[in-house]
């Protein structure tokens, strides 16, 4: 990726920044100008939260060049509580561990190398939503097998 | 009084043992671990750096702080393994955590005290209201030579330190610095891994440094050792951290909180700094804790810190050290590690 684009897309990778529809109450990440939903042009702009569930996935066994040392990882759609969805690779984990429902946090992370001498880019990956504590963590396992039974 | 507004750490999941380490390069476990008291040590993935370990300190940091971070007037760090050569990691961060643009921003290196060099500046800076609050971050992804005595400690991780003058959760009672020209430890530019005096890092080193930097603080403060509840100091390995606190006159009870090395390893200039954020996980209101880092080249940086009656009640909103170092984590062996730590060569 061009570094000017990469430049301008800092907002929504760094800081997780969508826009929720004025009108129809859409979250839209990227931010979009316009709600994809009911065109209205009256947006706001939130930061989502760094947590979501996984909704499906898929584990990559053959990654483009710039993942080569990764493989085989997971690359996951996660959907935060407010709605927006977005493809992250799945970290720090056994990419077969990886399922639907299961809650992970977003992590700011390095995504790619632009090459040997290039720029290092940032953005978010979803890590298994690991515990605060004791009851946190407990509250966490049963929200997840609630969503695995649903 | 100016204080600690808000503190939070990060530590990698990955984990290589130290017994892995002597095995691949034929060494005794046995004799290794106890030679320098270490068990295991963090070992960052592909995907992180000082800037990701900063950036997920620093926003436990802002969250136990309860600041917008529009309020933060600097953003310095501390670190031995910045990713760029040429380009500061603090604007990365800045911008990550929602700070700024209207923001002073640096990048500091003093080998393993880079941590606590950062947090003098922001503490000065908020000292002479000049700002509002600052963030310190000392963090690192730090590297041994394959085979050297360093491949058992170097580890990544590191901690944030928020200062600010209002509602502070620990105060700023005094500080002090040691700095002397000693050659015991230094990376050419270009080099990949640092080298270092072997012996001659221990006594004209570290315990020179450590104990004239503790020794001058609480002469300063008035202060004896047993008025402190905690203390903390730089860890490159096991052993040291406990020597100099026996020879000073502590407790075994007064260093164990923050002697956290045995399962994280040496994150440079992490190192004392998540020391004092698992000390500060446990403190209670009044405690007097004491930091003194060590940074190779050489230099000792001393905080008397108290306790406020703030601190039990923000804690809870970030994770605790202890729960990042007792908590999931993955073991990986030495092939995985030197992958991982890009000690491969391959094709682009």
Known sequence: MPSPRYWREIPSRYRLEATRCGDCGRVSYPPRRICPECRSTDGETIELSHEGRVLTYTVVHVPPDDFLMEAPYALAVVETPEGARMMVQVADCDPASVEAGMMVALEFRLIRREGKGGILCYGYKAVPAYPMGGEAEAELRSKESEVAHA | ?348
Not at chain 2, 89 to 105: D, Q, R, W
Not at chain 2, 130 to 159: C, H, I, K, N
Not at chain 2, 193 to 211: C, D, I, L, N, Q
């Open chain 2, 1 to 348: 009084m100016a204080g600690i507004a808000g503190y939070g750490a990060f530590i990698p999941r990955r984990r290589i043992t130290t017994e892995e380490i002597a095995r691949q390069w034929g060494k005794d476990p046995g004799t290794i671990q106890r030679g320098l008291m270490l068990k295991e040590k963090s070992v960052p993935g592909f995907d992180e750096d000082t800037i990701t370990i900063s950036v997920a300190a620093g926003r436990a940091a802002l969250a136990r702080a309860g600041v917008s971070p529009s309020r933060v007037g600097a953003v310095y760090i501390g670190s031995e393994s910045h990713p760029y050569a040429v380009k500061p990691s603090g604007t990365v961060v800045a911008e990550a955590l929602g700070i700024g643009p209207e923001v002073h921003v640096a990048d500091f290196e003093f080998a393993c005290k880079a941590g606590t060099e950062a947090m003098f500046v922001a503490l000065a800076l908020v000292e002479s209201g000049r700002v509002d609050y600052a963030l310190a971050v000392g963090a690192d992804t730090s590297q041994g030579a394959p085979d050297d005595a360093l491949e058992y400690s170097a580890s990544a991780g590191g901690a944030a330190f928020l200062f600010g003058r209002d509602d502070p959760l620990v105060e700023v009672v005094d500080t002090i610095s040691f700095t002397t020209d000693t050659p015991d430890f230094w990376r050419r530019e270009g080099e990949f891994y640092p080298r270092h005096g072997g012996r001659f890092t221990g006594e004209p080193a570290y315990f020179k440094h450590v104990t004239e930097a503790t020794t001058r603080i609480l002469d300063k403060t008035g202060l004896k050792p047993e008025d402190f509840r905690f203390v903390v100091f730089h860890m490159p390995n096991g052993k040291f951290p406990l020597s100099v606190g026996k020879s000073l006159g502590f407790t075994r009870e007064q260093i164990d909180p923050g002697w956290v090395v045995p399962t994280m390893g040496n994150t440079y200039s992490g190192s004392s700094p998540t020391g004092l954020a698992a000390v500060l996980d446990v403190a209670d209101p009044d405690d007097l804790i004491l930091i003194t880092s060590f940074g190779s080249g050489a230099g000792s940086d001393s905080f008397v810190l108290r306790a406020t009656g703030l601190l039990p009640q923000r804690r809870g909103l970030a994770p605790s050290v202890r729960s990042m170092l007792d908590g999931p984590r993955r073991y990986v062996t030495y092939g995985e590690y030197a992958k991982y730590r890009e000690k491969i060569i391959v094709n682009d």
